[in-house]
C-alpha cells in the first residue's frame, strides 16, 4: 500500500491539495499555513476567491515553518474569465496576463506551477487561452489548464490549432462522476483534478451563507452507503470520498477552516477501498453538479457559443 503522502502526478502535483475557497483573508492565512506543516504540499487557489493575499502570508509561513522550499510546493490559481450574467467583464489577452502578474504579487510568488481558466463562462475563452500560452512562455506559470471544461470547449482549443490543457480541474464526486469526460481526458494525457469531493456529506458547506443546503436530499444514499463504507474500515466519512476519488485516478482538493480535519483529509494512504466499495459508490452516479448550484449555475453546461 502505497504510504507516501508526496505522490505526484505527471505534471508533478501533488495527489492531495488544499483547497481555499470560502476562507476569508484570514483563515486563508492561518489554514494554508497550518496545512504546510501538516504536510500538504499542494494548495490551490484563484483569483474569484478574494482571499490570495492571506494565501500568500500562509505560503510563506508555512514554507519557513516547515522548512521548504518554493520548489518542494504546488501552488495552482486560476483566472476569473469574466460573466456577462453576472455583470463581470470578459478578460482579453492582455487582461488575462495583466491579472495573473496582479495575483503573483499578492501571492507573493514569482510563479504559479499550474494556473487555470476557472470556467469556460466567456465568449474570450480562446482568446484567454492564449494568454495562458503566453504566461507558460514567459516563466509565470510552469503547467497551464482549465477547470470546469467539457470535452467541447476542449475541442475548441485542440480545432484552433494551440495546445492542449495540461489538466482539467472538475466536479467529481460519487453523485457526480463524469465517466465519459474522465475518459477523453484520460486518452488526451490531460491531468484529472477534483474538487467538491466532500458534497455528499452533510457537513459540506454547512456554515451560513456557504450553500450546502442545496440539493440536500439527493445527497443521502451515498451519505448512507460512504458511512457504512467509512465504520467498516474505521476512517471518516470524509476519507473514504477523498480516497474514492484518488482511486479513480484523479488528484483531490480538499477545504477546512479546522485543524483536526486538515490534517485527518490528508491521511488517505493509510487504507484502500476495496473493488466491491468502489463498485457499490460508482453505483450512485447521477452526473449531477452540487458544487455550482447556490449561485444558480452549472459551469459545464453555460458555455457561450464562440462568434
Ligand atoms: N474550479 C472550481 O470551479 C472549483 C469549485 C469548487 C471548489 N474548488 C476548489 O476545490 C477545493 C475543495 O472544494 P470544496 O471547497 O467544496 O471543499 P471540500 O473539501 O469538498 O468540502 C469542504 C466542506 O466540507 C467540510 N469538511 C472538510 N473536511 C471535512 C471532514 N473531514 N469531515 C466533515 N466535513 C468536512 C468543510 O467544513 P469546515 O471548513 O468547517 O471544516 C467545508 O464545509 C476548494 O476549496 C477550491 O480550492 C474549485
Redesign the pocket.
Known amino acids: 500500500m502505497e504510504l507516501n503522502n508526496t505522490k505526484r502526478n505527471t505534471i508533478g502535483m501533488p495527489l492531495v491539495?488544499?483547497?481555499?475557497?470560502?476562507?476569508s483573508i484570514n483563515q486563508a492565512s492561518t489554514?494554508v499555513k497550518e496545512a504546510i506543516m501538516a504536510g500538504y504540499r499542494h494548495i490551490?487557489?484563484?483569483e474569484a476567491?478574494n482571499n490570495e493575499e492571506g494565501t500568500g502570508i500562509g505560503i510563506k509561513e508555512g514554507m519557513e515553518a516547515a522548512g521548504i522550499s518554493r520548489q518542494e510546493l504546488f501552488v495552482?490559481s486560476?483566472l476569473f474569465p469574466g460573466y456577462k450574467q453576472w455583470g463581470a467583464p470578459e478578460k482579453d489577452y492582455e487582461q488575462t496576463i495583466e491579472t495573473l502578474k496582479s495575483q503573483l504579487v499578492e501571492l507573493q510568488l514569482d510563479y504559479v506551477d499550474l494556473y487555470?481558466i476557472?470556467?469556460p463562462l466567456s465568449e474570450l475563452r480562446l482568446e484567454q487561452w492564449r494568454g495562458l500560452i503566453e504566461l507558460k512562455h514567459l516563466g509565470l506559470a510552469k503547467n497551464i489548464g482549465v477547470?470546469?471544461y467539457d470535452q467541447m470547449q476542449i475541442e475548441e482549443i485542440i480545432r484552433a490549432g494551440m495546445v492542449k490543457p495540461d489538466a482539467n480541474?472538475?466536479?467529481f464526486?460519487p453523485i457526480c462522476a463524469n465517466h465519459k469526460l474522465s475518459a477523453y481526458m484520460k486518452e488526451m494525457s490531460i491531468e484529472p483534478?477534483?474538487?467538491?469531493?466532500?458534497?455528499p456529506?452533510s457537513?459540506?458547506?454547512?456554515?451560513e451563507g456557504?450553500g450546502?443546503e442545496v440539493l440536500a436530499d439527493i445527497k443521502e444514499e451515498c451519505q448512507r452507503i460512504v458511512h457504512e463504507i467509512a465504520v467498516e474500515l474505521k476512517v471518516?466519512?470524509?476519507?473514504v470520498?477523498?480516497r474514492w476519488g484518488m482511486q479513480q485516478g484523479y488528484s483531490?482538493?480538499?477545504?477546512?477552516?479546522?485543524s483536526?480535519?486538515?490534517r485527518?483529509?490528508l491521511d488517505l494512504y493509510s487504507f484502500e477501498l476495496s473493488t466491491d466499495n468502489m463498485r457499490r459508490l460508482d453505483q450512485l452516479n447521477q452526473n449531477q453538479a452540487i458544487?455550482?448550484a447556490a449561485s444558480g449555475i452549472n459551469?459545464m453546461t453555460t458555455a457561450p457559443t464562440l462568434v
Not at 252 to 258: A, H, P, W
Open positions: 491539495g488544499f483547497g481555499t475557497y470560502q476562507l489554514c490551490d487557489s484563484a476567491y495552482t486560476k487555470l476557472h470556467a477547470s470546469n480541474q472538475i466536479e464526486h483534478i477534483a474538487y467538491s469531493s466532500l458534497a456529506l457537513s459540506w458547506r454547512k456554515e456557504q450546502g471518516s466519512d470524509a476519507q470520498l477523498l483531490v482538493l480538499t477545504k477546512s477552516s479546522k483536526e480535519r486538515i485527518e483529509n458544487a455550482w459551469p
